[in-house]
């Protein structure tokens, strides 16, 4: 019995030491950075183009993030009545 007890402590002491090495690594290390690589985008802005941008907005995204204004100035999602509809427009 005593045997079990001390391979048991020996057991759940490792364990512990363990998990208090990978959070003092999770605490300790660095945060990693990136270099960020911004693709080069050519965005053209016609007359057709933002009709289309329009058009999706409102078919795709207004059901969630029009405001008390009707614009889209969002709202609290806790208050967002369309979510039990995935956000489309009723
Ligand atoms: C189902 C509901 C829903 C729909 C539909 C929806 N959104 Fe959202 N959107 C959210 C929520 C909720 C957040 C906030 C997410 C967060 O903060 O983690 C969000 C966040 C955003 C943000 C980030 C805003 C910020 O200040 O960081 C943008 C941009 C956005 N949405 C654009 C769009 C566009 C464009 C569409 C349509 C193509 C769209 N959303 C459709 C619910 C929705």
């Known amino acids: 019995m005593r045997?079990?007890?001390?391979?048991l402590r020996y057991v759940f002491g490792s364990l512990f030491a363990f998990i208090l090495l990978v959070a003092a690594y999770v605490q300790l290390a660095p945060i990693p950075t990136y270099e960020v690589k911004a693709p080069n985008l050519n965005?053209?802005?016609?007359s057709a183009l933002i009709a289309e941008g329009r058009r999706i907005v409102m078919t795709e995204c207004i059901g969630c993030h029009r405001g008390e204004d009707g614009k889209i100035s969002g709202q609290l999602w806790a208050d967002n009545a369309p979510s039990a509809n995935c956000g489309r427009p009723t």
């Open 3 to 7: 045997k079990i007890l001390k391979v």
């Open 43 to 46: 965005i053209v802005s016609d």
